[in-house]
């Protein structure tokens, strides 16, 4: 063998450096392809992404449905259910006929028959025709001109007659107390459905109430968010009735019966919250109802004839009743569920459904949803928020709930408005986790529940209702002493231990003994002024009831107000010529 020549180098071996750098540039571009439209990250089941761990569905996934109604059915028997006589009440409300089937098997009872005298909304048309019947009747026999009498039975007069007892005459019936002589075709129809009433008050000494959404029972999946409440609005309704009847009797002097059905409709405002999913809607119905509930039994204690012994039941019953509502429990265990459902939902969709879902007009979302995003980074981005809201929501005290609620808006915007400035399409394109923030935020920013206006409306129901009772223990004050007291302070101890303090003050409700026999109660509501007695609603002004609000009426300047006596039952003066012309 030859030796190498010492003058020779040594041959060096060659790397492929530029094979190296094509397969680098590979690597890195099939990187950066596969975090821009790889498949999306599994969804991972915890307490931090979807927050309930079971029941799971043939997906591994939550099935959030199925969890609804296992909440929901927990205890639950025909026996102790209110949705029972409820729906026996009012059936068939506003539910389809082909959920008429699923929803008595869900109940647990036989197929309920179509009840002839069913309760419904007493602004129907069919039920305003029988108050425009008795107006009709009450203004012919008012009538004195023969020219009035052409008047009154001209289309244009007849239009206005069923405008107006449309908006004054239901209003009047279902607020002040009155009579069958002053409307006997209602009168009529609220007697003809005894029955049907008396189901509502069976319903309202239950405690428990299930009624499951139609949507949770139909076999096909369906977001959360757009589950139907047919029964929250048929509370509404029946609210309404039983006030209605209320004040019937009430008119004719039977007090007793009279509470019966207001004490029923404090049930149905308790039933409401206990509706599925337990979403602020049917927290902020069931707050709605209790305002009128307490309306009508403030009216009631004063004009009806109670013994001492009914006032004190009166009064127990209002202590005994259970919070209304528990809007921290309904945003934790409701609003965030549906958060938690759409994510789930959207995780599947396709860009275009993500896109819609959100409200893009623009089509950019849809970009973005094509390409790779991590929805466990959305989903835990919502709980974060959510146990925000939750934290903040069960604060007792007012102002420092209120201040958090406001704080937590708007570091939120703020943190959006930051993320939006910072985001350019290289880094939505580099990196999956910005993208997956930026649609965090618009997922979080599309479901926020409106948590400041619910606390306000779960405050204002409080109040309202301590108001009331406040204003049993007047009516048990004057029972025993012949009249109302000059000061609040002298139903302590004898009616009540102690006063009851006003959480927009911290201090007592402000009290006035009118001239009249009645009284002046109210609480200084949100702006935390005594604005002498100016209710919210516009119908009290200065303590006295008004006609209408005057035009420079601010209900930011405004009290919580109880006036006793409320003016009697009247029905709508006849407009004059000119006034309908004018009109």
């Given at each position: 063998?030859?030796?190498?020549?010492?003058?020779?180098?040594?041959?060096?071996?060659?790397?492929p450096?530029?094979?190296?750098?094509?397969?680098?540039?590979?690597?890195?571009?099939?990187?950066?392809?596969?975090?821009?439209?790889?498949?999306?990250?599994?969804?991972?089941?915890?307490?931090?992404?979807?927050?309930?761990?079971?029941?799971?569905?043939?997906?591994?996934?939550?099935?959030?449905?199925?969890?609804?109604?296992?909440?929901?059915?927990?205890?639950?028997?025909?026996?102790?259910?209110?949705?029972?006589?409820?729906?026996?009440?009012?059936w068939?409300?506003?539910?389809?006929?082909?959920?008429?089937?699923?929803?008595?098997?869900?109940?647990?009872?036989?197929?309920?028959?179509?009840?002839?005298?069913?309760?419904?909304?007493?602004?129907?048309?069919?039920?305003?025709?029988?108050?425009?019947?008795?107006?009709?009747?009450?203004?012919?026999?008012?009538?004195?001109?023969?020219?009035?009498?052409?008047n009154?039975?001209s289309?244009e007069?007849?239009?206005?007659?069923?405008?107006?007892?449309?908006?004054?005459?239901?209003?009047?019936?279902?607020?002040?107390?009155?009579?069958?002589?002053?409307?006997?075709?209602?009168?009529?129809?609220?007697?003809?459905?005894?029955?049907?009433?008396?189901?509502?008050?069976?319903?309202?000494?239950?405690?428990?109430?299930?009624?499951?959404?139609?949507?949770?029972?139909?076999?096909?999946?369906?977001?959360?968010?757009?589950?139907?409440?047919?029964?929250?609005?048929?509370?509404?309704?029946?609210?309404?009735?039983?006030?209605?009847?209320?004040?019937?009797?009430?008119?004719?002097?039977?007090?007793?019966?009279?509470?019966?059905?207001?004490?029923?409709?404090?049930?149905?405002?308790?039933?409401?919250?206990?509706?599925?999913?337990?979403?602020?809607?049917?927290?902020?119905?069931?707050?709605?109802?209790?305002?009128?509930?307490?309306?009508g039994?403030?009216?009631?204690?004063?004009?009806?004839?109670?013994?001492?012994?009914q006032?004190?039941?009166?009064?127990?019953?209002?202590?005994?009743l259970?919070?209304?509502?528990?809007?921290?429990?309904?945003?934790?265990?409701?609003?965030?569920?549906?958060?938690?459902?759409?994510?789930?939902?959207?995780?599947?969709?396709?860009?275009?459904?993500?896109?819609?879902?959100?409200?893009?007009?623009?089509?950019?979302?849809?970009?973005?949803?094509?390409?790779?995003?991590?929805?466990?980074?959305?989903?835990?981005?919502?709980?974060?928020?959510?146990?925000?809201?939750?934290s903040?929501?069960?604060?007792?005290?007012?102002?420092?709930?209120?201040?958090?609620?406001?704080?937590?808006?708007?570091?939120?915007?703020?943190?959006?408005?930051?993320?939006?400035?910072?985001?350019?399409?290289?880094?939505?394109?580099?990196?999956?986790?910005?993208?997956?923030?930026?649609?965090?935020?618009?997922?979080?920013?599309?479901?926020?529940?409106?948590?400041?206006?619910?606390?306000?409306?779960?405050?204002?129901?409080?109040?309202?209702?301590?108001?009331?009772?406040?204003?049993?223990?007047?009516?048990?004050?004057?029972?025993?002493?012949?009249?109302?007291?000059e000061k609040?302070?002298?139903?302590?101890?004898?009616?009540?231990?102690?006063?009851?303090?006003?959480?927009?003050?911290?201090?007592?409700?402000?009290?006035?003994?009118?001239?009249?026999?009645?009284?002046?109660?109210?609480?200084?509501?949100?702006?935390?002024?005594?604005?002498?007695?100016?209710?919210?609603?516009?119908?009290?002004?200065?303590?006295?009831?008004?006609?209408?609000?005057?035009?420079?009426?601010?209900?930011?300047?405004?009290?919580?107000?109880?006036?006793?006596?409320?003016?009697?039952?009247?029905?709508?003066?006849?407009?004059?010529?000119?006034?309908?012309?004018?009109?």
């Amino acid at each position: 063998m030859q030796a190498p020549s010492p003058n020779r180098p040594p041959a060096k071996r060659k790397l492929p450096v530029l094979w190296i750098a094509v397969g680098t540039l590979i690597a890195i571009l099939g990187l950066f392809l596969f975090q821009l439209f790889g498949p999306n990250p599994p969804i991972v089941v915890s307490k931090q992404t979807t927050f309930i761990t079971e029941p799971l569905g043939e997906d591994g996934l939550p099935d959030y449905e199925a969890y609804l109604l296992e909440r929901g059915s927990e205890g639950v028997t025909p026996e102790n259910n209110a949705a029972v006589p409820f729906w026996k009440a009012m059936w068939p409300g506003l539910l389809e006929q082909e959920d008429w089937l699923p929803l008595c098997n869900a109940l647990g009872i036989p197929k309920i028959a179509t009840n002839r005298q069913p309760l419904g909304d007493p602004y129907d048309e069919a039920v305003r025709r029988l108050f425009t019947v008795d107006y009709a009747k009450h203004l012919a026999s008012t009538l004195s001109e023969e020219s009035d009498s052409e008047n009154f039975l001209s289309d244009e007069w007849q239009s206005k007659l069923s405008e107006l007892s449309t908006q004054q005459i239901v209003d009047f019936a279902i607020n002040r107390p009155w009579s069958g002589e002053q409307l006997p075709s209602v009168a009529d129809w609220v007697n003809d459905r005894a029955s049907s009433y008396d189901l509502l008050i069976e319903s309202g000494r239950r405690q428990v109430y299930h009624s499951p959404s139609p949507t949770l029972l139909n076999g096909s999946p369906d977001l959360l968010w757009a589950v139907l409440l047919p029964d929250v609005q048929m509370h509404r309704y029946a609210a309404k009735v039983l006030k209605l009847r209320a004040m019937l009797l009430a008119g004719e002097d039977r007090g007793w019966d009279s509470w019966r059905n207001l004490l029923a409709a404090h049930s149905l405002a308790r039933h409401s919250t206990q509706t599925t999913g337990s979403s602020l809607v049917a927290h902020i119905t069931g707050i709605t109802i209790e305002t009128h509930a307490c309306q009508g039994t403030q009216a009631i204690l004063h004009s009806c004839a109670f013994t001492e012994e009914q006032l004190l039941t009166i009064l127990n019953d209002l202590n005994d009743l259970p919070k209304i509502s528990n809007c921290a429990d309904a945003i934790d265990k409701g609003e965030r569920l549906f958060f938690a459902d759409s994510g789930l939902y959207l995780a599947a969709a396709n860009p275009e459904e993500v896109a819609n879902f959100m409200g893009d007009d623009h089509g950019s979302l849809a970009k973005v949803a094509r390409t790779r995003i991590d929805w466990n980074q959305v989903l835990r981005m919502g709980n974060l928020y959510y146990d925000k809201l939750v934290s903040a929501m069960k604060l007792s005290d007012r102002f420092a709930r209120q201040s958090k609620l406001q704080t937590i808006e708007s570091e939120l915007i703020a943190e959006m408005k930051a993320e939006s400035a910072s985001q350019t399409s290289l880094n939505l394109k580099l990196s999956m986790a910005k993208r997956s923030k930026a649609i965090g935020f618009i997922l979080i920013a599309h479901l926020a529940p409106a948590a400041e206006a619910a606390s306000n409306a779960e405050d204002r129901a409080y109040t309202q209702l301590e108001l009331t009772k406040l204003a049993a223990a007047l009516a048990v004050y004057r029972a025993e002493q012949g009249e109302y007291p000059e000061k609040l302070e002298q139903l302590v101890p004898s009616v009540i231990p102690k006063l009851p303090i006003d959480l927009y003050s911290g201090e007592s409700f402000l009290y006035q003994r009118k001239e009249d026999g009645g009284y002046l109660l109210y609480s200084v509501y949100e702006n935390g002024i005594d604005d002498g007695g100016a209710d919210v609603s516009g119908e009290i002004i200065d303590g006295e009831y008004v006609d209408e609000a005057p035009a420079d009426f601010d209900e930011q300047s405004s009290d919580l107000v109880v006036r006793v006596p409320v003016p009697a039952f009247k029905f709508p003066e006849l407009p004059s010529v000119e006034e309908s012309d004018e009109e």
